[in-house]
């Protein structure tokens, strides 16, 4: 490594070689170059510090393989040593063999690298308020190195760096002492000796040492809940800081007994079922090897929940997120002028902010034919009679009698919009809605992420003509299916009586006449007997 150089060129000469000092650290590689401002064909020569050659010109005349050619040329000649070490330090000389001999010198410093600081002197835990003595050492430094403390980012000073000189290698060992009294915030702080040196870059050789201090609890008592309520389990804890940890806790109640519910336990105080008598100034006591210390917890156990206090009829919304929102009213709604035009005011309070607040007295005032003003009334007063929307309102583009849009309350327009603005199949058919006023509520489609559409409940008019149709259709399949069956009982009966018939055979015969079954047989027989006497003759 290059620290500083020193130029040796005689101006006048142009012939006179120039050099430059060089500075390295032990084991890096330095170069060496020897320059001449114009060239007379003589040869440049590098010698060491025992005036041995090393190269003349491209030629090597000492056989040391650290030693490497970098350039030649008729006026330069630069040369490189590896591994530098610390007999390598001193002057090298440059030669140009003209008549005279012309020289230059090169000064070479070679640093010693300072080893990793060693610390000493911290074996064994120090007790609080103790005074604790650290020793940092270096060796192998040239020039002797600088030590520096620190804890954590901080730099504490320390005493004056002893410098011992080592003749065999020409290095020094550098130590330096660090005395400090400990307090329980010093309990594993690191401690480090840094070495500050011209072969090294910041940081690069450091050592930690972390302390570790004795120190008496400190006590803390931490309760199970801030709002400890009557007829409810309980416990205290009792937090010990502390180094070592504490070895027992003792619980005391101010001026008095602990209760006949409170159990200690260990460093646990546990109540089974608080009570007002429970109410006063705990005490727990927590102890180690060095010390103890105290510390103190005031209980006031408060009333019991009182369950009817809850009111659990309360609407409860979701989370922000929630796609369904409530909108009710709480009036009669009078058909409006035609003049009149209801503002926009449904509101929800979902993740979309595009809606604004709505109350039951905006709608009842938007739904007024005259100005003046009138009461609000409660939800509680709000009319049980159904209400129809008109489809008028919801779909404009239909014929509707003269009155069909008389009975309805006006639906903002944002309603409006929203219910025009949804897909076809999506939209109410065109018979005529019902619901109660008091009883709106606002139904939210999601659509991608943002898209919110308003959908009005069927009443249950519409449920009913919706029933009816279904049962047109079943009573139709219905007389199909018996229909059908009639035909089959049709065509049954038909091939039945087609095959019907009376079958005479010889035993029957002359059973018409006879009074009995005996001479019915035998004028059967003889009958027979007649039969074969026919005979019949062909000439």
């Known amino acids: 490594m290059m620290s500083w150089a020193r130029l040796k060129a005689d101006d006048e000469d142009p012939l006179q070689p120039v050099t430059s000092d060089e500075t390295v650290s032990v084991g890096g590689t330095v170069t060496l170059t020897c320059r001449v401002p ?10 060491n510090t025992a005036q041995q050659t090393l190269y003349f010109g491209e030629k090597r005349a000492l056989r040391d393989n650290r030693i490497q050619l970098h350039r030649s040329t008729p006026t330069e000649l630069s040369i490189t040593i590896a591994d530098v070490q610390l007999s390598d330090e001193g002057e090298y000389t440059c030669s140009i063999f003209t008549m005279p001999v012309r020289t230059a010198r090169a000064t070479v410093t070679v640093l010693g690298v300072p080893g990793k600081p060693q610390i ?11 005074k604790v003595t650290l020793t940092c050492t270096s060796t192998g430094s040239k020039p002797p190195a600088t030590l520096r403390w620190y804890r954590g980012d901080q730099e504490l000073e320390g005493r004056p760096a002893v410098v011992e000189s080592v003749p065999e290698d020409s290095t020094y060992n550098v130590s330096s002492e660090l005395v400090l009294e400990v307090s329980r915030s010093d309990d594993n702080a690191l401690i480090t000796c840094a070495v500050d040196h011209a072969s090294l870059s910041p940081g690069d050789k450091r050592s930690e040492q972390p302390l570790r201090v004795l120190y008496s609890p400190s006590v803390q008592i931490q309760p199970e809940s801030d709002l400890p309520r009557e ?24 001026d008095g007994e602990l209760p006949p519910l409170a159990k200690a336990d260990g460093a646990y105080l546990r109540f089974e079922m608080l009570n007002k008598s429970d109410n006063g100034v705990y005490l727990c006591q927590a102890e180690n090897i060095i010390g103890n210390s105290q510390g103190e917890y005031t209980l006031l156990v408060q009333d019991p929940m009182d369950p009817d206090s809850l009111d659990t009829t309360s609407p409860s919304f979701g989370s922000s997120t929630s796609p ?14 035609s003049s009149s035009s209801p503002p926009d005011m449904f509101s929800g309070s979902g993740s979309d902010a595009g809606y604004s607040s709505f109350s039951p007295s905006d709608l009842a005032s938007a739904s007024t034919p005259d100005s003046s003003p009138s009461p609000t009334p409660s939800v509680a007063d709000a009319p049980t009679s159904t209400t129809t929307l008109s489809n008028a309102l919801l779909f404009p583009d239909l014929p509707f009698s003269p009155d069909s849009s ?17 897909p076809p199949l999506l939209r109410l058919p065109p018979y005529s809605l019902s ?14 992420r943002s898209n919110h559409h308003f959908v009005p409940p069927l009443d249950p008019t519409a449920m009913s003509n919706s029933s009816g149709v279904d049962h047109a259709v079943i009573g139709g399949v219905v007389a199909v299916i018996v229909f059908i069956l009639l035909c089959l009982l049709i065509v049954l009966g038909r091939y039945l009586i087609r095959h019907k018939g009376t079958y005479l055979t010889h035993e029957a015969k002359g059973s018409d006449d006879a009074p009995d079954a005996d001479t019915a047989i035998i004028n059967a027989e003889g009958g027979h007997s007649g039969a074969e006497d026919k005979k019949e003759y062909f000439i």
């Open 38 to 47: 114009e060239s007379d064909n003589s040869s440049l020569q590098w010698s």
């Open 120 to 130: 000493s002197g911290f074996e064994n835990a120090v007790p609080e308020g103790g």
């Open 231 to 254: 007829g409810e389990k309980f416990h205290l804890q009792c937090l010990g800081n502390s180094n070592p940890e504490p070895t027992s806790y003792i619980w005391e109640k101010k």
């Open 324 to 337: 369904s929102f409530l909108l009710s009213t709480s009036s009669s709604y009078p058909s409006p002028s």
């Open 406 to 422: 008389s009975l309805t309350p006006p639906l903002p327009d944002r309603l409006l919009r929203e219910h025009r603005s949804l």
């Open 435 to 448: 619901f109660r006023p008091a009883e709106w509520s606002l139904h939210f489609h999601r659509f991608g």
